[in-house]
């Protein structure tokens, strides 16, 4: 099975484009659900932020009906919805119609009230978790890293358990799916990414890695 790293699509402005797109996100420790914080009503219908996958409900039901394996969903938290509708803007133009206060690309959002109709009216925001199989055996810039063959199952969505760079890969199959569906918030470049035999050594020392960085 060949493996790709997903994407977010592509965005003008820098930083600024970036954090339109994907917003802001992270993790409640005590139920282990993702916190959203974006705008809206111009959002994508999936999105990643680093190695976070996150559906809006219609395409949740689309990959819940697509055979697609190694994905359950959780409800996302939406801490902060906010009012800014960049996608009436011109895409195009050099510079975005707004900048955030301070120039600071978080602003977008940390700058402006939360808005619960609005909140309300975009329904639930889902995380994608992926199947935790397979393990990246890594090289040194600028080789990529690859997955350990031994490792892998048949899952088409996966975030190996010793993740380093923020990764999320899907199956070709998967890859498929979504052109297929016409669905181009996030992409694929055309290169898998190299699938290798690892020895039993480097499979023992990443265990040991993993075991460690979580009792860390």
């Keep these: 099975m060949k493996y790709f790293i997903l994407h977010n699509k592509e965005m003008p402005w820098g930083d600024y484009g970036n954090i339109l797109f994907h917003g802001l996100s992270s993790r409640d420790d005590a139920t282990g659900q993702r916190i959203i914080e974006r705008t809206a009503p111009s959002m994508p219908r999936i999105w990643l932020d680093n190695s976070w996958l996150f559906v809006v409900d219609d395409m949740k039901k689309m990959l819940e009906q697509s055979g697609l394996k190694g994905l359950s969903f959780q409800l996302a938290i939406k801490k902060r919805i906010v009012l800014l509708d960049w996608m009436k803007w011109d895409l195009s133009a050099p510079d975005p119609q707004v900048y955030p206060s301070q120039c600071e690309p978080e602003n ?66 998967a890859k498929d799916w ?39």
């Design 108 to 173: 977008y959002i940390l700058g402006r009230k939360h808005n619960q109709k609005l909140s309300d009216e975009i329904g639930e925001i889902w995380s994608v978790i992926p199947s935790d199989q397979g393990l990246e055996l890594e090289f040194k810039h600028p080789k990529p890293s690859a997955l350990i063959a031994q490792s892998l199952g048949d899952a088409d969505f996966l975030v190996p358990a010793n993740n380093q760079f923020d990764k999320f890969y899907v199956s070709e199959k």
């Design 178 to 216: 979504f052109s297929q569906n016409g669905i181009d918030d996030v992409y694929v470049k055309s290169k898998p990414v190299p699938i290798k035999e690892a020895t039993t050594e480097e499979i023992k020392a990443i265990h040991a890695e993993i075991i460690e960085g979580q009792q860390g």
